[in-house]
């Protein structure tokens, strides 16, 4: 941003004058020596710093002198802002920002650059900010921020320099974020870009290899990882790790076949690993693993010895040295390596589970018990219920046992809490000693010497509250509404200090995170130990106890564990955390008279220490390189931080879970307006912020309650409306006004309509042709840059908890004449009315239903492709993770591909063995109805699953007129603003197939198919028929409720565009959404208004067919529009191209409604402003611009990088332009692989003269 950079220069021209005026005054008032003054030369050289040199100034070497400026420039800020008492131009703030940033004094450029977002009410305008935002919030791994941060700044200025750099961290963010589909798109961008940022290719490469693993495809992740490996040059380091994933790949996974054949693949790649990286204790602990798996036992402790000589010592590698140990039947040293294990880590649940099987083995149940106990209660076990029973098992038998032959039993091994003070080995204690310092140091050995960032220690402790001070907390809060002002401003001051806490937890987290990836894969004991005690159910509670997710700390957006398919499963179970990692406290009552803390502090260190452990994180990437393929001995610091402060661990496990915890974060940090729209609908806190969040009108809501007590009956036909307004009276449907344009923040896109936007074309063009001169017209000014789209807040006031689920508008069809009667159409298209069922249309049209029976499909196109989507049949109405343990929003299915004839037979078979199940189930009933006790246990269960799979054949492809010349044909009979085809809808003027959209789908179902949640591709309307035999169940959620599943979206790490989420009912409820719920029978039309939120199940066997309607309203066009520019905002592709449709649309329509008419003339200026611009500057600058013209049925143009539509100038690489296959890039694409676009030819498809005449030609029409 060019404005940006010359704005501050003149600020620090400015300043420079001030302050020196101020600091002569300062000389002779104090007589102070140094001046604080800036020479021109200083700055001129600040005037082009901003956050876009971050990561490029080398401070720590030739970039001594520019960090000793920016010293001084800050200070100077500073001491004027002091001076004037805060009141100066808010650029100065944001300029502050940046040399904070610069210097990577990240809290104070936070708080710089809060006080530009307060003061700058465009501040979206620059992107600088922005960037610099994103930096800070990159920094404190507040990822959802950071994510929004740097999505503006590619929104407001798509060819942005440091638009590879943002692409990098998108991509890191939402790799740790699992959003693996947008993760893998902007690697991929960053990839292209011929840029410098702060990673090589080849480390974009790595993550995108990293990535492939991280999901679980392997063959693609080996086959990247080996592609990488051909580079040229490769850095060491990238070589190390590469060799180091690709070898502990083979260990793991099924690639090539059994344990021997996968040693011999994984260990030479480990061992090829530590020739490029002799240091590194992960590769060193692989191997052992490798070499522990196939029994060359002496092999493997010399790995692991050499693992912890790298200093590198952790729970996981003294518990694999206890495996180890154990297998060699030297119990005692078991005993001790596990002991090392658990007081390294005192959460480590996998190490106390080999602990108690050790026990269970030499027959001390009771120590068993208390080490079962204790993993039970790590978060990172994941397997409590099976443990439960084992512990439960154990207790039992000693009941059993009279307790003579306990007590007078000799033991094998010490008791545990004998084994605890049991002075350890030499070797141990002095590798503890290390780990220790490394701590208290905040190093981390794995990434050298590249962390660069320090928080001073002092500012840390600060932050550190007492297990006192929290407990007043506590009380203050609980008596928020009594307290006298003292108190009051105790409270904030102790309720900041609580956030900033929590802010390092945070930073923690996000940190911890990328660990838990690698440490699914490299839990110490998949492979299983060889002894004999306990059972295989138990067997398999010890492997899959390793995950550490870290979600104790609960912040809001990443706080799961990526990496394992299952891990965002179990990553939610709200456990009783807090108490892990204490032990003994309670239950062992030690009976020596010392106190084990002080053994627990010594590992934990005092919470100074733990939060000493912070400050070293940095905000340079290859922080994130290191951690992403990081193992599990780096220290876990999130729980060592709260290991021996039960309190402050309850307190952050209550806590952050309520309103306390996110609330007052936000209120610290909520400088980004989507927060304040997200958190808070009265209260604006800053004006820039009163805008976006301004209060809908009352009557919408006002409106809206209304709208389900409403019944209208219209007089002169059959038509029997149940629910819903509007129908038979067309006046009362057009008076009211859109609710569209008052209440949403995004209503930016398209201006208000007051304004006149209609001058003519040529006014538009001879003001773009003089950018430059002065009195532009009113139309340039509204086409300046469009605020980033946000989603609305939640409507406000919030509904009353019984207005939650209103019922369906709904209308009952007799005859065909009630089909047709106009008013239906508008009834449907009623923004009130977010659904509409239309019972009974296919008796009344008389619509051979049949002709969609799977039975008719079989016999038409037997061999037709089905897409198939295997997925969990869930009860009733909720989303279970796959263990039946909590309810979720994640609904991942896997994708197949077969035929109809194939499906067919699968839903025959599925309905004949439903039957067969439901007889065995009557005579199962009819034996065991006096058995009361046992059904009444299985429904008391909590627990659900395990779960059926079953299969949906899903978007199967109805758009070929020969092969469903029928099926198509009796779909004619519709009435016209239903039809797939008609003049009067809008997918009928794009002039090419968009499939699924202008043309037909099925689907094919059994009970529980599951059509996730969802609004239709470019909201717009859907029509859906139920063919039968069974009823499908729908649930609807108003289009102006989609901001508030988008914040529970992004909250459960789901992406709400591109993820599949089936919405919790609950959640909803609590949250004041309205969720309208029906079933639809054989033969109801089902009509999804414009962005109507909505997701459907199928209660017994059926089909159904669809395909989307776009009705020529301005409220289908404006919500086209706005999610057109919401998708570009989040990098998804519009399939609806809003560009070209717009202009078909002034060719082809006339438009009689004002509303509609203004936006679209609107878009069509700002289209022809865009292209006009292009144009002279292509030219301007030497390019030439070749006309190509364009076919008749030319489908419209997509950029094949970036997915965003092209119009009219298309950038054609050259190669492609020989060979006529004409790869399309938009102009910033085109621009990042060849900067002054020497590869690329610029084909033009429509003469500018032609499209002002369109323009000029499109005037609105009366009726
Ligand atoms: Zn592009």
């Known amino acids: 941003m060019k404005s940006c950079g010359v704005s501050l220069t003149t600020a620090a021209v400015a300043f420079g004058d001030e302050a020196k005026k101020m600091a002569a005054g300062k000389a002779s008032r104090e007589g102070e020596e140094e001046p604080l003054s800036l020479t021109v030369e200083e700055r001129e050289a600040l005037g082009d710093m901003d956050s876009r040199l971050f990561g490029f100034v080398r401070l720590h070497e030739d970039g001594a002198r520019t960090k000793t400026l920016l010293g001084k420039a800050v200070r100077c800020y500073e001491s004027l802002i002091l001076k004037a008492e805060g009141k100066v131009e808010s650029d100065f703030f944001c300029q502050l920002g940046h040399f904070n940033l610069l210097l990577e004094d990240y809290s104070k450029a936070l708080s710089a650059y809060q006080r530009y977002y307060s003061l700058q009410a465009d501040y979206w305008k620059n992107a600088a900010f922005l960037y610099g935002l994103g930096l800070v919030y990159f920094y404190y791994n507040a990822f959802h921020w950071a994510i929004k941060a740097f999505q503006d700044v590619l929104y407001v200025d798509p060819s942005f320099c440091r638009a590879k750099e943002i692409h990098l961290r998108l991509g890191l963010m939402f790799k740790v974020n699992t959003d693996y589909k947008s993760s893998l798109k902007h690697f991929q961008l960053a990839l292209i870009d011929c840029n410098p940022c702060t990673l090589s290719s080849a480390e974009i490469q790595f993550h995108i290899a990293h990535l492939y693993e991280t999901q679980?495809?392997?063959?693609?992740?080996?086959?990247?990882?080996?592609?990488?490996?051909?580079?040229?040059?490769?850095?060491?380091?990238?070589k190390a790790t590469v060799l180091q994933q690709l070898g502990w790949m083979h260990h793991n996974m099924d690639l090539v076949g059994d344990k021997a054949t996968k040693e011999s693949y994984a260990i030479p790649y480990l061992q090829k690993s530590l020739e490029a990286d002799p240091n590194s204790g992960q590769s060193w602990y692989f191997l052992g693993r490798c070499y522990?798996?196939?029994?060359?036992?002496?092999?493997?402790?010399?790995?692991?010895?050499?693992?912890?000589?790298?200093?590198?010592?952790?729970?996981?590698?003294?518990?694999?040295?206890?495996?180890?140990?154990?297998?060699?039947?030297?119990p005692m040293d078991a005993l001790q390596a596990y002991i090392c294990a658990v007081q390294l880590d005192h959460g480590h649940a996998a190490a106390w589970m080999d602990l108690g099987t050790l026990y269970e083995s030499c027959n001390q149940p009771q120590d068993a018990i208390k080490c079962y106990l204790n993993a039970a209660r790590s978060k990172r076990c994941s397997n409590t219920s099976t443990l439960a029973a084992r512990i439960k098992f154990l207790q039992a038998q000693l009941c059993n046992l009279p307790q003579s032959s306990l007590q007078n039993k000799t033991k094998l091994l010490p008791s545990i809490e004998e084994a605890w003070s049991l002075p350890i080995p030499a070797e141990l204690t002095s590798r503890q000693g290390a780990m220790n310092t490394a701590q208290q140091n905040g190093s981390d050995n794995w990434n050298g010497g590249q962390s660069l960032s320090h928080h001073p220690v002092q500012q840390v402790y600060s932050l550190c509250l007492t297990p006192q001070k929290l407990q007043h907390l506590e009380q203050l809060r609980a008596n928020r509404d009594n307290l006298n002002p003292a108190q009051k401003h105790q409270l904030e001051q102790l309720e900041s200090q609580f956030v900033l806490m929590q802010q390092m937890r945070h930073k923690e987290v996000a940190q911890g995170l990328h660990k838990s990836q690698s440490s699914c894969l490299s839990g110490p004991n998949e492979e299983q130990p060889l002894f004999s005690t306990g059972s295989a159910q138990y067997h398999q509670?010890?492997?899959?106890?390793?995950?550490?997710?870290?979600?104790?700390?609960?912040?809001?957006?990443?706080?799961?564990?990526?990496?394992?398919?299952?891990?965002?499963?179990?990553?939610?179970?709200?456990?009783?955390?807090?108490?892990?990692?204490?032990?003994?406290?309670?239950?062992?009552?030690?009976?020596?008279?010392?106190?084990?803390?002080?053994e627990t502090s010594r590992h934990t260190g005092d919470p100074s220490n733990g939060c000493a452990d912070v400050k070293g994180l940095s905000n340079h990437v290859h922080q994130l390189i290191a951690d992403a393929v990081s193992s599990p001995n780096h220290g876990d610091s999130p729980n060592l931080l709260i290991a021996d402060n039960p309190q402050l661990s309850a307190l952050l496990i209550g806590k952050a879970n309520g309103n306390v915890g996110t609330g007052t974060c936000d209120k610290v940090n909520n400088i980004h307006p989507a927060v304040h729209t997200k958190t808070d609908h009265s209260v604006a806190s800053s004006p820039s912020s009163a805008i976006s969040t301004a209060t809908p009108s009352p009557k919408s809501t006002e409106q809206r309650s209304i709208n389900s007590v409403t019944s209208l009956n219209s007089p002169h036909s059959g038509l029997h409306t149940v629910n819903g307004e509007g129908l038979g009276n067309s006046q009362s449907s057009t008076k009211v006004d859109l609710p569209l344009v008052s209440h949403r923040s995004t209503s930016q896109i398209i201006p208000s309509m007051s304004v006149s936007i209609c001058p003519s074309s040529t006014e538009v063009l001879k003001a773009c042709r003089n950018p430059g001169k002065n009195g532009l017209s009113n139309s340039c000014i509204l086409l300046d840059k469009c605020p980033p789209p946000r989603p609305p807040t939640s409507p406000y006031p919030p509904l009353p908890k019984d207005k939650l689920?209103?019922?369906?508008?709904?209308?009952?069809?007799?005859?065909?004449?009630?089909?047709?009667?106009?008013?239906l159409h508008q009834f449907c298209t009623n923004p009130k009315n977010p659904v509409t069922v239309i019972r009974g249309l296919a008796g009344a049209l008389k619509l051979d239903l049949g002709l969609f029976s799977t039975k008719t499909l079989v016999e038409a196109n037997n061999e037709h492709i089905v897409e198939v989507r295997t997925q969990l049949l869930q009860p009733a109405d909720e989303n279970w993770d796959p263990t039946g343990t909590k309810k979720i929003w994640r609904c991942e299915s896997n994708r197949s591909h077969t035929t109809i004839a194939k499906y067919a037979q699968y839903q025959a078979s599925s309905f004949q063995e439903s039957l067969r199940e439901e007889n065995e189930k009557r005579t199962?009933?009819?034996?065991?109805?006096?058995?009361?006790?046992?059904?009444?246990?299985?429904?008391g269960r909590r627990r659900k699953g395990p779960f059926k799979t079953i299969k949906f054949g899903t978007n199967i492809d109805l758009s070929d007129n020969k092969k469903w010349k029928l099926q198509l044909h009796e779909l004619t009979k519709l009435p016209a603003f239903a039809r797939v085809v008609s003049a009067g809808n809008l997918l009928s003027h794009v002039g090419h197939t968009i499939l699924g959209m202008n043309t037909v789908q099925l689907y094919m179902k059994v009970p529980g198919s599951r059509t996730p949640g969802h609004q239709e591709n470019n909201n717009f309307c859907s029509v859906n028929i139920n063919i039968g035999p069974g009823d499908c169940e729908w649930f609807v959620v108003p289009e102006d409720y989609w901001g508030v599943l988008n914040d529970f979206c992004e909250k459960n790490n789901l992406n709400f565009l591109m993820?599949?989420?089936w919405p919790n009912l609950e959640d909803l409820y609590e949250a004041n959404v309205p969720v309208y719920r029906f079933i639809q029978r054989p033969g109801d039309l089902v009509w999804i208004n414009a962005g109507t939120v909505h997701w459907v199940q199928a209660v017994g066997w059926c089909n159904n067919i669809a395909w989307n309607v776009g009705p020529l309203t301005a409220c289908q066009y404006k919500l086209a529009v706005e999610r057109y520019e919401w998708n570009k905002l989040k990098s998804v592709k519009s399939p609806v191209p809003m560009v070209h449709l717009s202009w078909n649309m002034a060719r082809n329509i006339k438009v009689s409604d004002p509303k509609l008419f203004e936006m679209i003339k609107y878009c069509l200026l700002k289209i022809l402003k865009q292209c006009q611009t292009l144009r002279e500057a292509l030219v301007?600058?030497?390019?030439?611009?070749?006309?190509?013209?364009?076919?008749?049925?030319?489908?419209?143009?997509?950029?094949?990088?970036?997915?965003?539509e092209v119009f009219n100038l298309l950038f054609v690489t050259n190669e492609s332009n020989t060979q006529k296959t004409y790869i399309v890039h938009c102009q910033d694409c085109a621009r990042k692989t060849s900067r002054s676009l020497e590869n690329f030819v610029v084909l033009e498809q429509y003469k500018i003269e032609d499209l002002i005449q369109v323009y000029d030609q499109f005037t609105l029409v009366s009726d």
């Open 924 to 939: 199962q009933h009819k034996d065991h109805s006096d058995n009361e006790s046992t059904s009444s246990e299985n429904s």
């Open 541 to 598: 509670a010890t492997s899959t106890g390793i995950k550490k997710s870290n979600e104790h700390l609960t912040l809001p957006s990443n706080s799961v564990p990526q990496g394992d398919a299952d891990s965002h499963l179990s990553s939610h179970t709200a456990t009783s955390g807090g108490q892990q990692g204490i032990m003994f406290t309670k239950e062992s009552k030690p009976s020596k008279n010392r106190s084990l803390v002080p």
């Open 1180 to 1204: 301007a600058a030497g390019k030439e611009v070749i006309w190509h013209g364009r076919t008749n049925d030319e489908p419209a143009h997509y950029c094949s990088i970036c997915e965003v």
């Open 216 to 238: 679980r495809k392997y063959h693609s992740a080996k086959e990247a990882y080996e592609q990488l490996l051909q580079t040229e040059n490769l850095p060491a380091q990238v």
């Open 1059 to 1061: 993820s599949s989420w």
């Open 292 to 330: 522990s798996s196939i029994g060359k036992v002496q092999d493997a402790f010399v790995s692991y010895r050499q693992s912890i000589d790298k200093s590198e010592a952790s729970a996981d590698t003294w518990c694999s040295i206890g495996v180890l140990y154990q297998q060699q039947n030297q």
């Open 805 to 823: 689920n209103p019922p369906t508008p709904s209308i009952y069809l007799e005859n065909k004449r009630d089909a047709f009667f106009p008013p």
